[in-house]
């Protein structure tokens, strides 16, 4: 099973892009990279999910090198709202969370 | 209502006893999930099932035991609770589309004290 890695935390301010980079060296040829947000005492949200190059939502980025053994997220212009734990998945079955990344958003 | 729902929404109960925690969703989604999510850490899975009447271990399977007779129903149940067991327990669910599994979605949460 791939295994992710993120920074534990981050800290912007309102109005910035935000990247968060993930890697995960060990990806299978049909694991696909998703991406969910998570707020305080709710259930994690979808945010957006890729196998490769750029895929692009109403509220994120996604872009995955050739190689695929990274993906970084990217949330155009945050506000205080984005604040939350991003959490970077790689699988085909199961959906592993690791610890995530805590987004500071300031204003 | 359409969605997925999980009850109770809080519950606490003594070291020894057997709790069920109960999940259902109503889009006939064919894959649920069970996590543990401790205070201030990541989610864990606990157990998931890819159709009905099959499961699978995920991360954290010791002291639970679930089943999934229909494909809306995927309860979780600890056969004997610790305190170890004291955690919030997110249910979810999510299709599969073309091979891919699509977003899942996730109730509201059980928090669970074992006292």
């Known amino acids: 099973l791939a295994k992710t890695t993120q920074p534990i935390s981050m800290d912007s301010y309102e109005g910035q892009e935000v990247n968060i980079t993930c890697s995960h060296n060990?990806?299978?040829?049909?694991?696909?990279i998703t991406w969910y947000q998570q707020f305080p005492s709710q259930g994690p949200r979808f945010i957006i999910q890729?196998?490769?190059t750029k895929v692009t939502n109403e509220v994120a980025s996604l872009f995955i090198p050739a190689d695929r053994k990274s993906s970084t997220l990217s949330l155009p212009r945050v506000s205080l709202s984005d604040t939350a734990v991003y959490y970077c998945l790689v699988g085909s079955n199961d959906m592993r969370f690791g610890a995530g990344t805590r987004l500071t958003v300031k204003p | 209502d359409a969605g997925i729902t999980q009850s109770p929404r809080y519950k606490i109960t003594e070291t020894g006893r057997q709790v069920t925690l109960m999940c259902h969703q109503t889009?006939?989604?064919?894959?649920m999930f069970w996590y543990r999510q401790d205070l201030g850490h990541g989610l864990r899975l606990i157990y998931y099932s890819a159709a009905a009447d099959i499961t699978d271990k995920g991360e954290v399977p010791d002291g639970y035991v679930v089943s999934r007779s229909k494909t809306e129903n995927f309860p979780l149940t600890l056969e004997s609770a610790t305190r170890s067991q004291t955690s919030v327990y997110f249910c979810?669910?999510?299709?599969?589309?073309?091979?891919?599994?699509?977003?899942?979605?996730f109730g509201q949460g059980t928090r669970l004290t074992v006292v």
């Open positions: 889009w006939s989604h064919s894959y």
């Open positions: 890729g196998y490769k």
């Open positions: 060990n990806i299978a040829t049909n694991d696909y």
């Open positions: 979810a669910s999510s299709d599969v589309g073309g091979g891919l599994r699509t977003e899942a979605f």
